[in-house]
C-alpha cells in the first residue's frame, strides 16, 4: 500500500498521480519501457533549454557557445518534478549546478541511485515546488517538464515556479495543448494504442492552451520569450522541435531583472 504520510504535501500534488509515477521505479530508466517516451523526446527538451539559456546568459558579454561540452557550467538550474532523473541527469552533464524535486519518495531513491552510477553530482530531494518556494530557494534556472498537466491549481502553481525564478532568470515548461488532436494523439493514441505510456496517465481537462499559459506567466510576473512545439517523425521514429504546438509544446519565459 502507498505510504501517503511518508510523502510531501501541497495544494498542486495530485495524490493519485504521486501514486501512479511512484511504482515506476526503475522502469524510469529502461528506454524501451514505459518511460521510454521520455528518452525519447529528452534529447528535444535539453536542446531547447540548452540553445535559449546560452542565448541568454551571457559571459563577458558575449552569448555562451552552445556547442561547448558544458554550456551551462555555473548556472543554478532546479528540476521541478524529476520522476527518475532523466532529464537531471542530462542538464548536469553539460553544466548545470542541478537540484532537483519530486513528492514521490520512490522516483527521489532511483533518481539518487543511478546519478551515483553516473557520476554525477545532482542534489535530489522529496519535496514540492511550494516547499521550495517557503524556504526562499531562487535558481537561474527552473524547468518543469511534462508536469503542468498532473498537477492542481495550476495558475498558482505557475505562480509559485515564478517565485522560484532568480531576478534574471528563466522558467521553461512543456506541457500539452488541449485540442481535440491532442485528445486523439497524447491519450487514445500514446496510452491506447501506441501504449507509450500507461493508460490513465493523462486527462484532457489538465491540458493547457499555450496561450492560457502565457497569461498565467504575465500575472506572475514573468514574460514569454519562446515556444515551440515537439512533434513525433513517424519516418523516422523520432521526435523534432517543430512550429507544431497543437499537441506537445515548449514555453520558456523571462523574469525582468
Known amino acids: 500500500m502507498p505510504q501517503h504520510h511518508d510523502r510531501p504535501r501541497s495544494a498542486s500534488v495530485d495524490p493519485a498521480d504521486v501514486d501512479r509515477f511512484d511504482r515506476l521505479g526503475e522502469l524510469w530508466w529502461d528506454a524501451s519501457g514505459k518511460m521510454g517516451i521520455l528518452h525519447d523526446i529528452n534529447p528535444v527538451r535539453v536542446h531547447y533549454i540548452r540553445d535559449l539559456a546560452c542565448r541568454h546568459f551571457r559571459v563577458d558579454g558575449a552569448p555562451r557557445d552552445r556547442h561547448e561540452a558544458q554550456p551551462l557550467e555555473g548556472l ?25 524535486i519530486d513528492p514521490a519518495p520512490n522516483n527521489i531513491e532511483v533518481a539518487r541511485r543511478h546519478a551515483e552510477r553516473s557520476g554525477l553530482d545532482i542534489v535530489y530531494r522529496n519535496t514540492t515546488a511550494e516547499a521550495l518556494a517557503e524556504d526562499g530557494a531562487r ?21 509559485t515556479l515564478a517565485s522560484l525564478v532568480e531576478p534574471g532568470g528563466l522558467l521553461f515548461l512543456a506541457t500539452i495543448d488541449r485540442t481535440l488532436k491532442s485528445y486523439a494523439l497524447a491519450i487514445l493514441g500514446a496510452e491506447y494504442v501506441l501504449g507509450w505510456v500507461p493508460r490513465g496517465t493523462h486527462d484532457h481537462d489538465k491540458f493547457v492552451r499555450p496561450d492560457e499559459l502565457s497569461a498565467w506567466l504575465r500575472r506572475a510576473g514573468m514574460r514569454e520569450i519562446d515556444r515551440a512545439g515537439m512533434s513525433f517523425q513517424p519516418l523516422t521514429r523520432s521526435w523534432r522541435r517543430s512550429r507544431d504546438t497543437d499537441v506537445n509544446y515548449m514555453m520558456a519565459a523571462g523574469k525582468p531583472e
Open 139 to 159: 535558481f537561474d534556472i527552473v524547468v518543469a517538464m511534462e508536469v503542468l498537466e498532473h498537477v492542481e491549481g495550476q495558475r498558482d502553481f505557475i505562480a
Open 76 to 100: 543554478r538550474l532546479v528540476d521541478i518534478g524529476c520522476g527518475g532523473g532523466i532529464l537531471s541527469e542530462s542538464l548536469a552533464e553539460i553544466g548545470a549546478q542541478v537540484s532537483a
